[in-house]
């Protein structure tokens, strides 16, 4: 059974307070070290997976009211003696399966909703990549670049933010999201003057439009966030591949310079689907998961959030739909 430490370090007229908290019945063990040169005590408890964030909630209005405290959420590989897997009670109210608290969380998609050196080179490499395998038909290449992109994390920052209600979130993963979609559209359409003109089999890929795609694209949205969640890291590789932001937005670029509108406007659209289904779904699961603000205020913030984000999203979402009916037919 995965199991995670939660330490809070606070000062000794806390003691009761974690105490309180130690005595839930989902707490597996627990333990206080000897105090700090300050006077601290360090208070370790341990705790499976999906009790992290009720446990969490418990000690954090500690840090509300102490200045000087402060929560470490350790993971642990394994313990001796293995810790049971307790049946729950018929009245008790199944818990989710093992995820991420939502400090977890913010924390996994906060690094990767930022613009930095790092995300603009993978971008840049990714971009590269991406138009050389379509350019040269090499289905290896184009899956290399959809692995190498990073434009799946400011997405997922995304609809972390509007879930949270956190404006500064949703801003950086705004700009992440323009900034990488505009850096790969921007390569593509210079390397497009290095090269003639060309409708490869993987180029010709991306110009075709279905509600295939769509619904790809919002499993993908969905697996993502799930992978995200449980703390399956190598469940995203996958999702990645699925997801293909990059070869749509590239062979935009590519398309823009070579004068081919109708291509363009094709892959426009497909890069449209993904990106709007891919937002829809992931905030969709996060609601559904129960993840949100732990404060009233924050909480009141989050659900006006959530509702101007499923409203716009929603609309693009339709839109898209319609779109595909027109360019069926």
């Known amino acids: 059974m995965s199991l995670k430490v939660l330490e809070i370090i606070a000062p000794r007229s806390e003691t009761d307070a974690i105490e309180a908290v130690t005595a839930a019945p989902e707490i597996v063990d627990w333990w206080r070290t000897p105090p700090l040169e300050d006077e601290r005590f360090s208070t370790h408890i341990m705790v499976t997976p999906e009790h992290v964030q009720t446990t969490l909630d418990g000690l954090q209005k500690i840090l509300d009211r102490c200045a000087g405290a402060r929560i470490i959420i350790h993971s642990i590989e394994t313990t001796l003696p293995q810790i049971e897997a307790k049946t729950p009670a018929e009245d008790q109210k199944p818990a989710h399966d093992a995820s991420l608290s939502r400090e977890e969380l913010f924390e996994a998609v906060d690094r990767s909703g930022r ?3 790092t995300y603009l080179l993978l971008t840049a490499l990714s971009a590269i990549v991406a138009a050389i395998g379509m350019i040269e038909n090499s289905v290896a ?31 950086r993963a705004i700009l992440a999201n323009l900034a990488g979609l505009g850096l790969a559209i921007g390569l593509a359409f210079i390397i497009s003057f290095l090269v003639e003109p060309h409708t490869s089999a993987q180029l010709l890929e991306r110009t075709e439009i279905s509600y295939g795609a769509l619904i790809l694209a919002l499993a993908s949205g969905a697996a993502a966030v799930l992978s995200l969640s449980t703390g399956a890291a190598a469940g995203l590789v996958g999702v990645m591949v699925a997801v293909a932001l990059m070869p749509p937005a590239v062979a935009l670029g590519l398309f823009l310079g070579w004068g081919d509108t109708t291509h363009a406007a094709q892959t426009a659209l497909l890069l449209l689907i993904n990106v709007t289904a891919i937002n829809l779904s992931a905030k969709l699961v996060l609601v559904l998961r129960g993840v ?9 913030r989050a659900k006006q959030s959530s509702r101007w984000s499923f409203a716009f999203w929603g609309i693009s979402f339709f839109i898209t739909i319609a779109l595909i009916y027109l360019a069926k037919h």
Do not use: C, F
């Open 141 to 171: 290449a184009v899956i290399g670049a959809m692995v190498i992109a990073p434009l799946l994390g400011p997405n997922l920052a995304l609809a972390l933010g509007t879930t949270l209600g956190d404006i500064d979130l949703s801003r």
């Open 292 to 300: 949100s603000p732990r404060r009233w205020p924050e909480k009141s």
């Open 115 to 117: 613009i930095t050196q």
